[in-house]
């Protein structure tokens, strides 16, 4: 393994983020490294979300620094290093569930047989390939979240960040569908951090992050 391969993902040094007058959290010391899953909880509003944008580097920080020194130095190549799944599905509608997975693949400039076979892979990976040609509203919630999930996946991506993937679902849905997302994206081998409000989706995930209400990181449990 190169140095590359076993650098962290995504540092947080001395991480603070606040939207005008309102701190959201100052000081935060987070490492995501390869391989690994972690679930950042917390109460709503106490930054989670504002986390993850950050660790995307979707939001710039208003103090301190986020550093991606196992991913790609050039920005846009980074970008596509790092899936997101949000809440939402968000999916076309008037696309098929493999078109819309396919779709971000197709934009980067992805030939239509290699896309669709990246796609018919993800859609696999997190069991809903049956669904492959049919229209997001014909879909289940849960089954609409899977496709999502395999749209963030198809690009293997090294570092997964998911916001509340399993928000829409009911208690036994978004058991499996994040157990479905932690271990496709342990079979390729990525690093996943997921943001949950819910305490059974937080618990499938090796490590656990709770935002404090004082904007304070700790460490809940490791197994
Ligand atoms: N774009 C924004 N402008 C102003 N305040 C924001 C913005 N985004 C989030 N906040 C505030 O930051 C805090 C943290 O929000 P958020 O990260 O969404 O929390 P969580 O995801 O844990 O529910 C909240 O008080 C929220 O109101
Ligand atoms: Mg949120």
Redesign the pocket.
């Known amino acids: 393994m190169s140095d590359t391969d076993r650098a962290a993902l995504v540092r947080a040094e001395s991480l603070g983020v606040s939207?005008?007058r309102?701190e959201?959290f100052r000081d935060l010391d987070l490492e995501v490294a390869p391989g690994s899953q972690v679930a950042l909880t917390?109460?709503?509003?106490?930054?989670?979300?504002?986390?993850l944008l950050a660790l995307a580097g979707l939001l710039p920080p208003s103090t301190g620094r986020v550093s991606w020194p196992g991913l790609d130095s050039d920005p846009h190549r980074r970008r596509a290093q790092v899936g997101m799944v949000f809440q939402a599905p968000s999916l076309m509608p008037e696309l098929t569930a493999l078109e819309n997975v396919m779709l971000p693949l197709r934009l980067r400039g992805m030939g239509r047989s290699r896309a669709r076979a990246a796609g018919l892979g993800a859609l696999v990976d997190v069991a809903v390939a049956d669904a492959a040609d049919a229209l997001p509203p014909q879909l289940s919630g849960g089954q609409q979240q899977r496709v999502a999930i395999a749209r963030a996946l198809a690009g293997d991506h090294r570092l997964v960040l998911a916001d509340e993937p399993t928000g829409a679902l009911d208690r036994a849905h978004a058991h499996d569908v994040v157990i479905a997302l932690r271990d496709a994206v342990a079979a390729a081998g990525g690093a996943l951090v997921v943001?949950t409000h819910d305490p059974e989706v937080a618990a499938v995930l090796q490590r656990q992050i709770v935002?404090s209400d004082q904007g304070h990181l700790s460490l809940r449990a490791v197994r």
């Open positions: 939207f005008g309102t959201v917390g109460r709503s509003g106490s930054g989670k979300t504002t986390l943001a935002i």
